[in-house]
């Protein structure tokens, strides 16, 4: 694809950059780097603000609250994919005070009824929300039930989905092997794809980067981070407050952070976002009876329909030479 073809989905800003936090807890417990933990501390310790609006989790619902400690935060959830209800956390804002908050692009909406209060917003670039049910259904793929909490992501990146039970804790990755996991790989597919999208995401009217917020956030995608396991937030400035509060944060020695570049951020940004018998799968989704049999949809698909035969034949092949050749 040309470069005129791409889409400009960075929008206005001041700097692209790429960086981690650089306290390693933080990094590995975090969505992707570490950023929004270190810029709520930062905000929270230096008193600028009186308090930063966190996501919480009460299963199957997500929820906001105000922490006004570090040590509130603790019950932020880092990467939530479902609906969150942000009406308790607007309630306990107070007149005369300042906060920082986090939103995705439709989440904006409900946040300009507190406009006057927000000193610095975050913004998350978002593909899209799942239905809650999608939780449920995928931890019922791998014989979960009576499910008291989930976690899109934990570990490191990209990290693990991790369903807890009465009975347990269980992990599974974000991104199974094609080769080594099928099943783990058709299930994720199935079930956290534009399939089990909301149908306002489907046909989202918001801009994909969330360029009226101060900073806009994500992962870093970028082919040359792919062996990464720890951790790279992608931030986009668009403000001079959130250039010095990176700067800040620089200097204090709490996140390290260089400059990326534009046009490779935009390219990595323009994902078509396609999925195969859309419509299809949207149908088996939305009747509980046929939900079961969407990893096996995925699995005939991937593995017979689109299976690379070509790729698996010439490293077969290449195998084979150098064996020959020992």
């Not at 230096?46 to 299963?59: A, C, D, F, K, R």
């Not at 693990?160 to 992990?171: A, Q, W």
């Not at 952070?257 to 419509?279: C, F, H, Q």
Request: hydrophobic share 35%; glycine share 6%.
């Amino acid at each position: 694809m040309s470069n005129d073809c791409v889409k400009n989905l960075i929008k206005d800003h001041l700097g692209v950059y790429v960086g981690h936090s650089t306290n390693k807890l933080i990094r590995k417990n975090s969505s992707s780097g570490g950023l929004v933990r270190e810029i709520f501390e930062y905000l929270l310790t230096s008193g600028t603000v009186n308090g930063v609006l966190i996501v919480v989790q009460e299963y199957p619902k997500f929820f906001t609250t105000i922490a006004r400690t570090v040590e509130e935060m603790s019950r932020m959830e880092n990467s939530v994919y479902a609906p969150v209800n942000y009406a308790k956390g607007l309630k306990e804002m107070k007149e005369g005070e300042k906060y920082a908050v986090t939103a995705i692009g439709c989440q904006d909406e409900i946040l300009k009824k507190v406009e006057h209060l927000i000193y610095f917003k975050i913004g998350f670039l978002c593909r899209g929300t799942y239905f809650p049910s999608t939780m449920e259904a995928y931890a019922a793929a791998f014989g979960h039930h009576s499910i008291t909490n989930f976690a899109f992501r934990r570990n490191g990146w990209p990290g693990e989905i991790v369903v807890e039970t009465k009975e347990g804790k269980y992990s599974y990755e974000r991104r199974p092997s094609f080769i080594k996991s099928p099943r783990l790989r058709c299930t994720k597919e199935a079930f956290f794809s534009k399939a089990t999208y909301l149908p306002k995401c489907v046909s989202c009217k918001y801009d994909f980067s969330f360029p009226s917020c101060d900073i806009s956030l994500g992962d870093a995608w970028h082919k040359k981070y792919s062996s990464d396991t720890e951790g790279l937030t992608l931030a986009i400035t668009r403000t001079e407050l959130a250039e010095n509060i990176l700067k800040g944060l620089q200097k204090s020695g709490k996140f390290l952070y260089w400059r990326e570049s534009e046009e490779e951020t935009n390219n990595v940004m323009n994902d078509a976002n396609i999925v195969s018998n859309l419509k299809l799968k949207n149908w088996m989704f939305k009747k509980t009876y046929t939900r079961p049999l969407m990893p096996i949809l995925v699995f005939f698909e991937e593995y017979v329909l689109h299976f690379p035969w070509k790729v698996a034949l010439k490293k077969i092949t290449s195998n084979v030479s150098f064996i020959e050749k020992k």
